[in-house]
């Protein structure tokens, strides 16, 4: 099994993306795009592409793009089962949560089923939620209902009582993705005493990110009371616990949360002036943490996790990079916007 | 029975507004299997919005259906017309406005429940402070330094609520729990009161109101309790008061609009395929049975009197892949036909395996598990679970009757191997011939597999697969030759020098396609090709081994009936027939089940991977909801 799994992220991991090759696509000519894209393994992200059938394609970019990596995924977790298939399973409901922020927004404004069901990510074989169903409910107290009688209960459950009290949107998100992270650390626990470091470092880069992230823009963006913040944020015993998110979230500015953090976050993240600088810094620091894993003979399913954040920092990349070329934007901006990193992803 | 019926493709262009009532009549034709519309030219899609439409009318009659319960069968008149687009979306708009009121009585429903369970809990609650004996009127005072608040919220945050409060000076006592709920009282400074509203918001935390009575007067305050109950109770019965009003005053109509979205179905379905069109031109395409196209004009005449257009053609080479397979099984074949298609579809043109499955299936049970009295169990239990099992009891009979047909050719009745001659051998008592026969005739089943896969490329138009390579004539000449060889060396057969003959030249051709399929440089080619001829030869001989299995298990059958009336034959007469009923029993279902696993696997996977792509598309007729297709 491990084997089999170590063999595959190898294979995989010669599709990767370097930085200067992913900056050296902005430049690539239209017509050598489709080649280019076919021979990093990504064969449905060229616009237009079309199927064996000769159909068009009609997904959307982002559909493309999550549709590879769950192909990818469907493939590493083959020989996978208990906590390790649990995990990366898991991981890949990130798509299906952000379906089902989708389906919530819209019945907030009253959109159309068949507008909202195009928009939404088709997830295969990692489907949980029946969309058409979810989509064709009148109204978002049906829709929460029938959630909650789905795969993701627990989690929506809060969300609505929290957006109960006092309707807020922005209290249904947090509350999804608060919900979501937490049960991915929970998934996480028991490979973290079975595989150990190297797939630990990587789930304590991935926490520390968000909750950094989310504290500053909560706490300075949005300016929510500390107490609110610190509720947030996702209970971690990574590089951050608790006990220093408390802390940080009791502090009055941005440079004085950079300034109480550890010394090797410290380290990590001068010179950022902001939150999108922040994201971007670590999220480097963590890319190369991951292809440190993925080089080494660590355990398969930390490697096999260190592709798929890899894979998933190109594709975002690749993103950047077809969009910013579809608006014709300049070359410079695109390529800030490669080095600055996408915070959307969070 | 042994190919899929010859299709062609039509495109049916007639005017728009007529599109509903042309899928309708394409429905009851019954064997139109709609396909995406590929004229450039039409390049809106009328029907698209009729779907919309159909689609949220269906999601909503479901639920109100589910609500009412079902109102009767539905009978679709011969002669009704499918509703317009504008009528269909005022059945969904009126649709939706009684949805609406199911919902908010729906709604009401789980507000009430909601705050029964509240009382219940503020009941909890009193009982708890009354042991307390704590002033509550003083705890609670509006105008106190001190804020404190009653209420519940989820368990699994109580450690972060508690966490985060601490920063803002506040204390959050639990005092009970039910199920994920936990009770607690949150005190702190009122100064600081903001400061933690988002939070408690945040966290799901539900405030118990306190009524003033229960602030002094704990009798006052259960009676509060009850009127509050009774309250409840009397909403809830107005609420049940109001769905039994929807049942009776919308009954027929939502009967009606049944009927309606059912004739709509055909139109909304083809829209998935897609409908194309231009101005007040609509096109449908798709695929019929050449055959049933003289019915199809008729139909189409008769309904729109010349008002249509019908295009016909051939399934171009290009296309083959996309046409669905339509074959016809005789009735006893139909139930055979789950299992082939479990491992995929035959593609249109392709050699269908369902007959020589059937009959292979059984025969490899049958060979397997020979014995009249436990085919005959099979045979009855089938029959007599009939019902419940559909027609897949017809598998269970039929391959009863071939066991019991084996059984009298083995000369076994319930493991007993004495009581009737063999009509032809025993397996224990002739091990090897039972050998020789599984392995002669695993080699015509894979000479079988070789000629439908050759026969199947040369339908596909690949010519060169089909005679040259591993999967060919070329491998099938290697095959047969080194069979020939085989049996010369074991003196079964005098055919060594032309048999090694044909199976030189049969893997030197297999050798030489290899080489010139392979797309590589010198050494990766030279490396691909002797590889790949390797494997053809230990595929093939492994394959053919694998029928050992069915010798195996017959001799298995005779072993395990051995072993029961051994335990018997050393108990009293009590424990040597409940020994001997409990081990029918054991073998029955135990090596029953074994068997017909791996009669299955030995039809999977050496068979049908040999010439079976299965990767066609099945022919999927539009339908009416209560039609089924006349196919």
New interface residues.
């Given amino acids: 099994m491990s084997a089999y799994l170590d063999t595959r992220v190898s294979l995989f991991s010669g599709r990767l993306w370097h930085d200067t090759a992913l900056a050296a696509l902005i430049g690539v000519p239209d017509d050598a795009m489709s080649d280019a894209m076919k021979r990093r393994g990504f064969p449905h992200l060229a616009a237009g592409s079309a199927d064996e ?1 000769g ?1 068009e394609d009609t997904r959307s970019l982002e559909q493309r793009i999550v549709a590879q990596i769950l192909d990818e995924t469907r493939v590493l977790i083959r020989p996978l089962s208990g906590e390790a298939r649990s995990f990366l399973t898991f991981w890949t409901a990130r798509f299906e949560m952000s379906n089902v922020k989708t389906l919530l927004r819209s019945k907030l404004t009253d959109e ?3 507008v909202v069901l195009a928009r939404l990510t088709p997830m295969g074989a990692f489907g949980q939620l029946d969309h ?2 979810l989509a ?1 409910a ?2 978002l ?2 829709l929460l ?1 029938r959630l909650e009688a789905g795969p993701f209960a ?1 989690i929506v ?2 969300a ?3 957006f109960e ?2 309707r ?1 949107p922005f ?1 249904l998100d ?2 999804l993705d608060h919900g979501y992270y937490e049960g991915l650390i929970q998934r996480a626990r028991p490979l973290e005493d079975t595989v150990g470091n190297p797939f630990r470092t990587l789930m304590a880069n991935l926490i520390d990110r968000i909750n950094l992230v989310w504290l500053l823009r909560y706490r300075f963006n949005y300016k ?5 913040v ?3 944020l996702v ?1 971690s015993h990574y590089g951050l616990p ?1 006990s220093r998110l ?1 802390e940080l ?2 502090l009055d500015s941005f440079e004085a949360v950079l300034a109480a953090l550890p010394a090797a976050l410290q380290s990590q993240l001068a010179g950022a002036t902001d939150i999108p600088g922040v994201f971007g810094r670590m999220e480097s620091a963590a890319a190369e943490q991951a292809r440190r894993v993925l080089r080494s003979r660590g355990p398969a399913i930390a490697r096999a996790f260190a592709y798929l954040i890899l894979r998933e920092r190109d594709l975002r990349g690749v993103r950047a990079v077809l969009r910013g070329r579809h608006l014709g934007l300049p070359a410079a901006d695109i390529r800030q916007a490669l080095q600055r990193g996408s915070a959307e992803a969070m | 029975m042994l190919r899929a019926e010859p299709l062609v493709r039509v495109q049916l262009l007639m005017l728009a507004s007529e599109a509903q009532d042309a899928a309708l009549a394409l429905a009851r034709f019954g064997v139109f299997n709609p396909a ?1 519309c590929t004229v450039d030219a039409l390049a809106e899609s009328p029907a698209a919005a009729y779907r ?1 439409a159909w ?2 009318a269906e ?2 009659l479901s639920k109100l259906l589910e609500q009412c319960g079902d109102i009767g069968p539905l009978n679709l008149p011969a002669d009704a017309e499918a509703p317009a687009l504008a009528d269909l979306q005022e059945l969904n708009a009126w649709l ?1 406005e009684v ?2 009121s199911c ?1 908010e009585c ?2 009401n429903e ?1 507000r009430i429940a909601e705050a029964r369970s509240h009382l219940d809990a503020l009941e909890d609650t009193l009982t708890r402070l009354e042991r307390l004996n704590v002033d509550l009127a003083h705890l609670l005072r509006a105008d106190s330094l001190l804020a404190v608040d009653i209420g519940s919220l ?1 368990a ?2 109580l ?3 508690t ?3 601490a ?2 000076g506040h204390l959050v006592s639990r005092f009970d729990q039910v199920g994920e709920q936990v009770f607690a009282v949150i005190a702190g400074p009122r100064a600081r009161r ?3 509203r ?9 405030e118990l109101p306190v009524p003033d009575e229960l602030r002094t007067h704990p009798q006052a305050a259960r009676t509060w309790l009850e009127a509050e109950r009774t309250r409840l109770a009397s909403q809830s019965g107005a609420a049940c008061r109001v769905m039994d009003g929807l049942r009776d005053r919308f009954g027929p109509r939502l009967h009606e609009a049944r009927l309606r979205l059912a004739l709509a179905r055909p139109l909304a379905e083809a829209a998935l395929a897609g409908v194309r069109g231009k101005g007040g031109l609509a096109a449908l395409s798709g695929w019929v049975p050449k055959r049933r196209l003289d019915g199809l004009r008729a139909t189409l005449d008769e309904r729109f009197h010349g008002r249509t257009w019908l295009d016909v053609r051939e399934p171009s080479p290009r296309e083959v ?2 046409v669905p397979s339509l074959v016809r099984y005789p009735g006893w074949l139909a139930p055979f036909v789950p299992l082939v298609k479990s491992y995929g579809i035959p593609r249109y043109g392709e050699f269908d395996p369902a007959l020589p499955f059937a009959f292979t299936y059984l025969l490899l049970f049958g060979a397997m598990f020979g014995d009249i009295g436990h085919g005959a169990v099979i045979l009855l239990l089938s029959a007599a679970l009939a019902r419940r099992l559909g027609r897949m009891a017809w598998v269970g009979v039929a391959a009863g009757a071939v066991s019991m047909l084996f059984g009298l050719f083995y000369g076994s009745i319930f493991g007993y191997e004495t009581l009737i001659e063999p009509l032809w051998l025993s397996p224990l008592h002739d091990p090897i011939r039972v050998l020789t026969l599984a392995v002669g005739f695993g080699v015509g089943f894979i000479t079988f597999t070789l000629l439908a896969n050759a026969w199947n490329r040369g339908v596909a138009g690949r010519a060169a697969e089909a005679l040259f390579d591993s999967g060919g004539l070329a491998g099938l000449a290697f095959y047969l030759g080194a069979v020939g060889v085989l049996a010369s060396l074991a003196g079964a057969a005098d055919v060594a020098q032309p048999a090694a003959m044909l199976a030189g030249l049969g893997i030197v051709v297999v050798a030489a396609f290899k080489w010139f399929e392979a797309r590589a440089g010198l050494g990766e080619r030279i490396l691909v090709t002797l590889i790949e001829t390797l494997e053809t030869a230990i595929n093939l001989f492994s394959n053919t081994l694998s029928f050992m299995r069915v010798a195996a298990f017959s001799l298995n059958h005779v072993a395990l009936a051995l072993a029961v009336f051994t335990l018997a034959n050393g108990l009293d007469a009590t424990g040597h027939w409940l020994t001997i009923t409990l081990g029918n029993v054991v073998i029955i279902v135990l090596e029953g089940g074994i068997v017909a696993i791996q009669a299955l696997r030995l039809m999977y996977y050496e068979g049908f991977s040999r010439f079976f792509s299965g990767d066609g598309r099945e022919f999927v007729p539009l339908r009416l909801v209560s039609q089924q297709a006349r196919v």
Wanted: net charge negative.
């Fill in positions: 059938a159909r159309r089923p068949a058409p169903d064709h009148e109204d107290g049906e209902r627990g459950r809060h609505r009582r929290a009290q006092t807020d209290n947090a509350a929510l009371p500390p107490a609110q610190y509720y947030l209970g608790s408390q979230a009791a | 995406p919309e689609l949220e999601s909503r939706k949805w609406i919902l729906h709604e789980a989820p699994a945050g450690r972060r609520v966490e985060a409060l920063m803002t903001d400061e933690v988002g939070v408690l918001a945040q966290a799901g935390w539900r892949a996309e």
